[in-house]
């Protein structure tokens, strides 16, 4: 079964600082991956998606995230954080099997909190 | 445009209500979700439609009923919930079931009095 692990349920950073949300995945065939993020009583925006084209991806508001096979991972990064990007974190795998549901598995969530 | 609306933003009910939550997406799209969220956690799926059918029923109570009128709406049917059904209510929609990005709504948030 597919799985999402991410390291760090709360991660701290300076404006302007990098920031770094780490994402571990498991799959028995090469998935797709996604990176949503989640304002206060909002809902959930796509930042960007790996679908086995490009291994670095850019996403929206400055994001990218980069597939690493070799280490099963689609880490988030942003070269200089802004006070905008406090918000909740989720990576998604998708659901690649036999069944195509088209389900997504998602990781437990990381709170970016961005200190002035 | 991407975009999913949801109403009502936030409802309020009690035990013995019934209720509805509504979805709609003008993107073509042919599958839809319905997600539930608790504070603090990941989204986790109920339901999945596609091309109008329901696909996958994540083993929800039968106090949600879905509903699919056309390829554009998505209903949630509430019928004597309970306080721990409280949640954010998301809905989504993706092109289809292989095209993996879905597109999520802003949310009902229900309280169950």
Known sequence: AQSVTQLGSHVSVSEGALVLLRCNYSSSVPPYLFWYVQYPNQGLQLLLKYTSAATLVKGINGFEAEFKKSETSFHLTKPSAHMSDAAEYFCAVSDKGSSNTGKLIFGQGTTLQVKP | ?113
């Open chain 2, 1 to 113: 445009d991407t975009e999913v609306t949801q109403t009502p933003k936030h409802l309020v009910m009690g035990m013995t209500n019934k209720k509805s939550l509504k979805c709609e997406q003008h993107m073509g799209h042919r599958a839809m979700y319905w997600y539930k969220q608790k504070a603090k956690k990941p989204p986790e799926l109920m339901f999945v439609y596609s091309y109008e059918k329901l696909s996958i029923n994540e083993s929800v109570p039968s106090r949600f009923s879905p509903e699919c009128p056309n390829s554009s709406l998505l209903n949630l049917h509430l019928h004597a919930l309970q306080p721990e059904d409280s949640a954010l209510y998301l809905c989504a929609s993706s092109q289809g079931l292989r095209t993996y990005e879905q597109y999520f709504g802003p949310g009902t948030r229900l309280t169950v009095t």
